[in-house]
């Protein structure tokens, strides 16, 4: 699993916790990179890789790729999005107000994803993709 933007670090402990067999968790802000291993240190989840490193120097392909960031985050870096994502992989995208949603929606699925499923919750919209067949 690959959390991208893991900020705290919690879904990336989580997925250790829940038995993800690799877990990476990947933010641009030191301060949060530090926290993340921090709350992994004290979580008990030392197996969770917390780094800065840009996606593109993150070895090998996940099945799961999360990223809960702003919808003009999440389009610009839809290409490494969908380049980490393994062959059969599922890529979950949140923290996208439902006025943005066809923009990273558009942005993904022209990266060779499908949309699987679309989740709204009031004003805000997760989006589940995968590689189009």
Request: net charge negative.
């Amino acid at each position: 699993m690959l959390d991208v933007g893991t900020g705290s670090g919690v879904l990336a402990i989580a997925a250790h916790k829940l038995g993800a067999a690799r877990v990476v968790g990947n933010d641009i802000d030191p301060h949060a990179v530090r926290i993340a291993r921090e709350n992994a240190q004290k979580n008990g989840a030392e197996g969770v890789e917390i780094t800065e490193r840009p996606l593109e120097r993150i070895a090998g392909s996940f099945d799961v790729v999360l990223a809960n960031l702003f919808s003009g985050v999440l389009c610009q870096l839809a290409p490494r999005l969908s380049a980490k994502l393994a062959p059969r992989g599922e890529l979950l995208v949140s923290g996208i107000l439902a006025g943005q949603a066809a923009e990273v929606t558009a942005a993904l699925e022209h990266e060779g994803l499908r949309t699987k499923e679309r989740r709204d919750s009031g004003e805000w919209v997760l989006l589940a993709l995968e590689p189009s067949p």
